[in-house]
């Protein structure tokens, strides 16, 4: 039960705004696996010279060695395929991120962007941004 509970939370944080709607995307990762599940942007007032932060939410915090000013790599999973067979090839992930963490607790953390790395040291990424559902990892 408390697994099913855990379950239903995470379909609950990797909602996605669509329209005036939320719908809630199923996920394959496993309960280990460290992604970004939330993403909160502050609201634009129109104030001339306001820079607006958007905070990444993730699933690792002090319990996994994280603290206020960890460096967090952020990698994006995507599949291959092989045009000759029409097969999925194999997932490849590359890291494409870096995020510093603001606050951290528990079990969760919120970070902010730090640097996106160079397009010419990353493959196509669409969006050119962090998203819900990319594999974070403290960075080495």
Known sequence: MERLRKRSSL???CGVMVGLGWVAIP???SEDTAIVYSVF???DLGEPNEILQKDYFVNLGVNQ???VGTILEV???A???DLTTDKLYKDLIFPFALLRVIHA????AIARLEKIYPPD????VTPRSVIVGDLVRISK
Not at 105 to 108: L, Q, S, T, V, Y
Not at 121 to 124: A, G, I, L, Q, Y
């Open 121 to 124: 040291k990353t493959p196509v």
């Open 65 to 67: 060695g994280i603290r």
């Open 27 to 29: 996920s394959a990762l």
């Open 41 to 43: 942007k502050g609201i």
């Open 75 to 77: 990698a994006r999973k």
């Open 105 to 108: 607790e528990k079990d969760a």
């Open 79 to 81: 599949p291959s395929y």
């Open 11 to 13: 379909l609950l944080f």
